[in-house]
């Protein structure tokens, strides 16, 4: 049974930073490319940064960019969410994902095949 748990969150001053986490098992974690997305109250699910198999090349949104840094520990079979800088509209629900294909379009939600339950970013302004 593949499971992906998210930690980490909490409530935040704006300028503030948090270290997300997620665990995983059940699955060959070096064989999946690795992805963080987030949903706030009444929007769509966004995609905000992606990891490939062997942690070598990351993709950020631009809404994110300079500020989290993603990360991933094969040994571990974790993957790290450093995020600086907060800002109020960063509250949200924050979600890790995995896929197996290790290339292409990893903004694409479709594409991931197991989610976390999701942590909670609360940003106060």
């Known amino acids: 049974q593949v499971q992906l748990v998210e930690s980490g969150g909490g409530l935040v001053q704006a300028g503030g930073s948090l270290r997300l986490s997620c665990a995983a098992s059940g699955l060959l974690f070096s064989n999946y490319a690795m992805g963080w997305f987030r949903q706030a109250p009444g929007k769509e699910r966004e995609f905000i940064a992606a990891?490939?198999?062997?942690?070598?090349?990351?993709n950020y949104a631009d809404s994110v960019k300079g500020r989290f840094t993603m990360s991933r520990d094969n040994a571990k079979n974790m993957v790290y969410f450093q995020i600086n800088s907060l800002k109020f509209e960063d509250t949200a629900v924050y979600y890790c994902a995995a896929t197996p294909r290790d290339y292409g379009d990893y903004a694409n939600d479709r594409r991931y095949t197991y989610w976390g339950q999701g942590t909670q970013v609360t940003v106060s302004s």
């Open positions: 990891i490939n198999r062997s942690g070598g090349i990351t």
